[in-house]
């Protein structure tokens, strides 16, 4: 049994050899912020990228950066939950609608 490998292990190497790693983290922080905020909250939000722990989100308006600036820690602490790792430690929040 211990040559057995769990089929994650196998998916995580998969897509990490054809370069999909990376599209499967941004799809796993989407879906946290769907059990962060309500649906119609969570729809605004679009993920942009994450690099070196600087998670970009995009947001409808100014006012939108400003009440989620007021959140970042806790999103951050929650993601990372959600996420079981450390993976995000700042957020940028970019106006772009």
Sequence with gaps: MD???EV???LDAALSDVGLERVVDLW????ALFEIFD???AE???VAGLREGSLTLLVPSSVWVQELSFM????IIKINNILGGSFV?????KEVF
């Excluded at 970042?72 to 999103?75: G, L, M, P, Q, V």
């Design 44 to 46: 605004n939000i679009k």
């Design 39 to 41: 649906k119609g909250f």
């Design 72 to 75: 970042e820690k806790d999103i």
């Design 8 to 10: 994650a292990d196998i």
């Design 3 to 5: 040559n057995v490998k």
């Design 89 to 93: 430690k700042r957020i940028r929040f």
């Design 28 to 31: 796993k922080i989407r879906s």
